[in-house]
Every structure is written in structure tokens, then in C-alpha cells.
């Protein structure tokens, strides 16, 4: 009996790269984790044991480290864009390259309201989001964020959903909506501003969050995406996850208390989770990271 080898990607993944850029006394730092896959005409690694067109992942994450130092880092974009291109233009038996970055932020401290030079505290969990797949003839390039945790204390309703014997779920007017965004958006350009239109995005989702009166989070999600496409030129789609973090007003009755809308219970699971896509065109066929 004889299998056949299907789609198929080897790289390096968890590659942690912190770089400061020392502008005299001050400096400034960068954080990514990398992660590296490669693609192309790799049968004979797979059938035989043959390596002689396997880039080894040492070598791939040894470029990483290169490159930060020979020509920096900047935004992980355009760093994730120079090395897939490299990949693919340097290898002959590779003509896909993927280079994931997650970004962790460092902050600068500022001691008596004063900036620090080369003080930073890591700022909470958010993370910025980069992914570029390079082919012998095409660019793709995607920008994202994980855990951007956001809460609404009121301006959220959810009611009007069937029920059925085993709905007990009571219709609420008044209620906390709270979600940790996940997001990619994909580029229709390799040409951008990388840093301003990052900015524009997560500022759009903020925006678009606060603002929205929401009658479900599915309506909050098209229009925190609607709002991306409409601020950010360059996106043509955009794919969010966001689990619904429930708040439940405790009852407080047998302590002989009531409870306006003040007192909480916040269970981590289970929780709803609720994702889509938003498109500036219908039917877009979409190259990058799926969240589902
Ligand atoms: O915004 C919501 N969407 C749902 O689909 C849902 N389902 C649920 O139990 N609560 C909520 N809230």
C-alpha cells in the first residue's frame, strides 16, 4: 500500500527575539516571537530521508537573529516581509515562505513623571500581530492583535432570541459586555504604513466598541469590523473572535440587599464565543490566519 504525502510545512516557531536600539542613552526595545514555516519541493525529505533542499529551522532562526542585527527590526511587518522574501528568493527548492510575529509591548516607565530612558514595564497581555506568506509571485500580508480585553458597564441588551424547553436565559435590557479581541485583517497592498495603519485599526475596534449600542455582541463585532474597513483603506477584510466574558449580577436578596446593577460575578467559563468576518467585497478569498 502506498500513501500520499499532502500539503506540508516545516520552520521554527516560538523563536524569541528582543532587540534595543540604543539612541544614545535612550533606548528602546522591541519584542517579537517568531515563528517561521517553509513550504516547497520537499518529497524527498518526506520519502527518503533526502535533506538536501531542507533549509535546516537552526539556519531559519539563525536569519532571524541576523537580520534583527544587520538590519533591524522596525515593524513587524515589514521584518516578517524581509525575511520571507529571503527565504524564498535565497532557496531554490522553496517557493512559500510564512513568517508569523507576535509582539509583546514594553512600556517606559516614568519615575516622577518623568520618561525613563531605559526603564519599561510589560504592558499586560495584548499583543500586536503580523503575518506575511511570500510566493514566487505574490505578497500577502496580514496584521492582527490577541487579548485587547475590553469592557461596556452598561449600552448592551440581549433579547428577542427563541426559546425553547431549555432556555432559561432571562431577556435583559441592562447588562455588562466585556470581550478579549482577537482580530486579523488582511492588506490588499505590501505598500503601507505599517506602524500608522496598526494604529488606526486598533483604534478603529476601540472606537467602534465604545460607541456601538449593542443589542448583541454579533452586532457589536460587525460594527467594531465595518468601522476597520471604513477607517483603514488599505484592509480588505477583516476576522474577529470574541468571546462573550459574561457578568452576572449576584443575588443578593437572601443577604436582605438589592442589587442596581452593581454587584458581579465574572466566571471565566463557560463563555459564548462569537466570531466573523467583515468584507470589503463579497467573496474575497482570503490567504491569511484564520481564527476558526
Ligand atoms: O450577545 C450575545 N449573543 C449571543 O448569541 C448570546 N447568547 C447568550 O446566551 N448570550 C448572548 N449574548
Known amino acids: 500500500m502506498s500513501f500520499f504525502l499532502g500539503s506540508n510545512q516545516y520552520g521554527k516557531a516560538g523563536i524569541r527575539l528582543v532587540s534595543v536600539q540604543r539612541d544614545g542613552d535612550r533606548h528602546l526595545v522591541t ?17 527518503t530521508g533526502d535533506n538536501s533542499a531542507v533549509l535546516p529551522t537552526d539556519t531559519q532562526k539563525n536569519t532571524v537573529y541576523a537580520f534583527a542585527r544587520e538590519f533591524g527590526v522596525g515593524e513587524p511587518e515589514a521584518f516578517a516581509l524581509r525575511l ?8 531554490e527548492a522553496i517557493y512559500h515562505a510564512r513568517v508569523n510575529i507576535e509582539q509583546h509591548t514594553w512600556e517606559r516607565l516614568a519615575p516622577h513623571g518623568e520618561p525613563a530612558p531605559h526603564s519599561f514595564v510589560r504592558a499586560g497581555t495584548e499583543t ?3 503575518e506575511v506568506i511570500v510566493t514566487e509571485d505574490d505578497v500577502a500580508v496580514s496584521s492582527g492583535l490577541g487579548d485587547l480585553t475590553l469592557l461596556n458597564t452598561t449600552n448592551s441588551e440581549f433579547h428577542g432570541f427563541p426559546r425553547d ?22 492588506h490588499d497592498s505590501a505598500d503601507v504604513d505599517w506602524g500608522k495603519s496598526y494604529a488606526e485599526a486598533r483604534d478603529a475596534l476601540l472606537t467602534a466598541f465604545a460607541s456601538t449600542y449593542s443589542l448583541s455582541l454579533q452586532q457589536t463585532l460587525f460594527s467594531m469590523g465595518s468601522y476597520v474597513l471604513h477607517q483603514c483603506p488599505s484592509v480588505d477584510e477583516i476576522r474577529l473572535s470574541l468571546p462573550n466574558k459574561h457578568h452576572h449580577l449576584v443575588d443578593l436578596t437572601p443577604f436582605g440587599l438589592d442589587n442596581p446593577d452593581q454587584v458581579y460575578v465574572a466566571p471565566t467559563e463557560p463563555y459564548g464565543l462569537i ?18
Do not use: I, N
Open 31 to 47: 519584542d517579537f516571537t517568531v515563528a517561521t514555516a517553509l513550504a516547497g519541493h520537499l518529497d524527498d525529505t518526506h520519502f
Open 84 to 91: 520571507a522574501k529571503h527565504f524564498v528568493t535565497t532557496q
Open 128 to 130: 500586536r500581530r503580523a
Open 165 to 186: 424547553k431549555y432556555t432559561t436565559l432571562p431577556e435583559t435590557r441592562e447588562r455588562m459586555l466585556a470581550t478579549s479581541v482577537e482580530a486579523w485583517w488582511d
Open 275 to 292: 466570531q466573523g468576518t467583515v468584507q470589503r467585497h463579497q467573496m474575497v478569498p482570503t490567504v491569511g490566519p484564520q481564527l476558526w
